[in-house]
């Protein structure tokens, strides 16, 4: 088992929760966090929480940054800079949270200037006679915007909800180590391209 279990230290991952007013956000994080179902949410309120658990056996250290629906540009970008990735929900029974997702990502992949990872999800499963939004379509719009799907109760269980955090968690921890490959690469080659210069230069002047 690798890592520490301090909650001090830098997260592992930085993930903010987005989508309309109502569509449950809150109720996800609660849930996955606490196990619990909580009815009374103050929906003024942005709340962050540090998450710790032991994943793939590693200490790992989630920062979940739980948004209110109802945010200025200003605190959207803010947000949308600090996280590695995104938790867009939805509501199985709000057609115009579920267009708003789609809206969000693209915004999201412009404002980071990349393809910004993400887990789409539809919330409030337990009121299938109130469906307005289809599993396929929920699927289809997941494949469009290259994101993960799942579609989740809050109040009933909620068994999946985990494994959205996680995912996306894993998701990140991948793509972080990528770049940083890259990057090691990229200064190694600046380092043979300047010590190339100096044997030309040696060459030429002997
Ligand atoms: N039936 C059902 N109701 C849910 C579910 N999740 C949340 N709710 C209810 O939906 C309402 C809104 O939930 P919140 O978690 O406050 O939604 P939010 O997206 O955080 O809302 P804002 O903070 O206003 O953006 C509350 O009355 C919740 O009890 C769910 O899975 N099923």
């Not at 200025?72 to 590695?84: I, L, S």
């Not at 995104?86 to 949270?97: E, K, M, P, T």
């Amino acid at each position: 088992m690798s890592g520490t279990l301090s909650k001090s230290r830098p997260p592992d991952s930085k993930i903010v929760v987005l989508g309309n007013p109502g569509v449950g956000k809150s109720a996800l994080v609660v849930r996955f966090l606490t196990n619990r179902f909580i009815w009374e949410y103050d929906p003024t309120l942005e709340r962050s929480y540090k998450h710790h658990t032991i994943l793939d056996d590693e200490h790992t250290l989630i920062e979940i940054l739980d948004t209110a629906g109802q945010e200025d540009t200003m605190q959207q970008e803010g947000n949308a800079r600090w996280a590695d990735g995104f938790v867009l929900v939805y509501a199985i029974n709000d057609r115009q949270s579920f267009e708003a997702a789609g809206n969000l990502k693209h915004h999201l992949d412009m404002l980071k200037k990349t393809n910004v990872l993400c887990m789409l999800v539809g919330n409030k499963v337990d009121l299938l006679h109130e469906r307005r939004v289809t599993t396929e379509e929920g699927e289809a719009l997941a494949v469009e915007l290259s994101c993960g799907f799942f579609e989740t109760s809050a109040s009933d269980g909620g068994e999946d909800i985990p494994e959205v955090f996680y995912e996306l968690h894993r998701d990140i921890k991948r793509r972080k180590s990528i770049e940083t490959k890259g990057r090691r690469r990229s200064s190694a080659q600046q380092v043979k391209h300047v010590f190339n210069r100096m044997l030309n230069k040696i060459g030429n002047s002997s």
